[in-house]
């Protein structure tokens, strides 16, 4: 079946910092994946997605790109803020003929930035 | 749009009580999902529902129930509570349209439950 890993948290640094948290993935075809945020206390909500091969997502200065040939999705920001503290979830979506399309998510990497 | 809405934001629970957590969405999305985070943890899904009437488990279905009667509302059902379904949970939506891989979902603020 389908499956998201991610590396395992916390990750700490400090301000400005640069940031990656791994994220590879087994699924069969072309699935979508995406970035979740989640702020302590709060539901996640979208950071951002890519929808085929080479796609490169980003927002509010993070990026991440669709690689077939690795099966990666890596999440990437060139300098982190106090208020990126949060947990972080890779996610896909399957992409298939007939069925339901219940995304799979990976375990979540605390993300913990120090002034 | 107000989103995805939860109902209530906390609730503490005695063992073998029932309650309902109510979900609501207003962006006609299709599929609908619960889920449970226990701290430090990651999701489990617990149902899911891809349309109005029909519904389906997930990795965690034991001691839950659900029912779909209506585009927008997705209510997930405790009944005898245990001390092992204190958790948070949160509700979901998003749209899916055949042949295409599902597209963004939509979580709601989650209920936090303690069961005692």
């Known amino acids: 079946g389908d499956s998201v890993t991610q590396m395992e948290g916390p990750v700490t640094l400090s301000e400005e910092a640069f940031l990656t948290i791994n994220c590879t993935y087994t699924a069969t075809g072309y699935p979508s994946l995406f970035w979740y945020v989640q702020y302590p206390g709060e539901g996640l909500q979208l950071l951002l997605k890519a929808t085929k091969a080479d796609d490169k997502g980003s927002n509010k200065g993070f990026e991440a790109t669709y690689r077939k040939e690795t099966t990666s999705f890596h999440l990437e920001k060139g300098s982190v803020q106090v208020s990126d503290s949060a947990v972080y979830f890779c996610?896909?979506?399957?992409?298939?003929?007939?069925?339901?399309?219940?995304?799979?998510f990976g375990r979540g990497t605390s993300l913990i930035v120090h002034p | 749009n107000a989103g995805v809405t939860q109902t209530p934001k906390f609730r503490i629970l005695k063992i073998g009580q029932s309650m309902t957590l109510q979900c609501t969405q207003d962006?006609?999305?299709?599929?609908m999902y619960w889920y449970r985070q226990d701290p430090g943890m990651g999701l489990k899904l617990i149902y899911y529902?891809?349309?109005?009437?029909?519904?389906d488990k997930g990795e965690v279905p034991n001691g839950y129930n659900v029912s779909r009667s209506t585009t927008e509302d997705f209510p997930l059902r405790l009944e005898l509570a245990a001390p092992s379904q204190t958790s948070v949970y949160f509700c979901?939506?998003?749209?899916?349209?055949?042949?295409?891989?599902?597209?963004?979902?939509?979580f709601g603020p989650g209920t936090r439950l303690t069961v005692l």
């Open positions: 529902s891809v349309g109005a009437g029909i519904t």
């Open positions: 962006m006609n999305h299709n599929y």
């Open positions: 996610a896909l979506s399957p992409v298939a003929s007939g069925g339901s399309y219940i995304p799979t």
């Open positions: 979901a939506s998003s749209y899916q349209t055949s042949g295409r891989g599902a597209d963004t979902q939509y």
